[in-house]
């Protein structure tokens, strides 16, 4: 079990990565991890690794072999929610090899303002997604809010089988708005 929650990280590489630097046919998993209520402040601005699966300012992620993920179930029940990503480069959440993620609630500004690295480009990682998801299973999403994104933002949701993934469906928890964004994580 673990909590991340009321942070805020400003201009670091990533906000928070869980990813077990092993071998990929070694033993990794975590259950029960909850992000919450942290402030995310220009991720994704240096140190562009191709061949490492971190992408996300948010990463919860295993490295496979072949240049894949690891299976399905490496981590349960993930929570994302209520937090705030600002000016982020590439994806703010990247999440693999789960089962078990809600993601909600969190908003999004000014993200993807500027040209994404090849961070990820190694596991096929679309760097100009808001939200990237693989291996996963039993995944929802719920009132996510984008407000000003930038051009470089060109999928709300992304990752191979997405119609698998997601519990509820389809990408409709994650809607671009006008106007500014409410204040606070």
Not at 26 to 46: K, Q
Not at 84 to 105: H, M, N
Not at 107 to 115: P, S, Y
Request: charged share 15%; hydrophobic share 35%; proline share 7%.
């Amino acid at each position: 079990d673990g909590l991340i929650e009321n942070n805020e990280e400003i201009e670091g590489h990533s906000g928070v990565t869980v990813c077990p630097e092993i071998p990929s046919r070694a033993a990794a998993g975590i259950a029960n991890l909850v992000i919450r209520g942290n402030h995310f402040i220009g991720t994704g601005y240096f140190c562009p690794l191709w061949n490492s699966c971190q992408a996300g300012c948010i990463s919860v992620t295993q490295a496979g072999e072949d240049k894949n993920f690891h299976a399905i179930g490496t981590y349960q029940n993930i929570v994302i929610e209520g937090n705030r990503f600002d000016d982020i480069r590439g994806p703010s959440i990247l999440v693999t090899s789960a089962q078990g993620v809600t993601i909600e609630k969190n908003i999004f500004n000014h993200v993807m303002t500027a040209k994404p690295g090849e961070t990820g480009g190694n596991y096929g990682v679309n760097p100009q997604a808001l939200i990237w998801l693989d291996q996963c299973t039993q995944v929802t999403l719920s009132d996510n809010q984008v407000y000003q994104p930038g051009p470089f933002l060109k999928q709300l949701v992304a990752g191979p089988n997405l119609e698998e993934i997601l519990s509820n469906g389809g990408t409709s928890g994650v809607e671009i708005r006008s106007g500014e964004p409410p204040p606070g994580p």
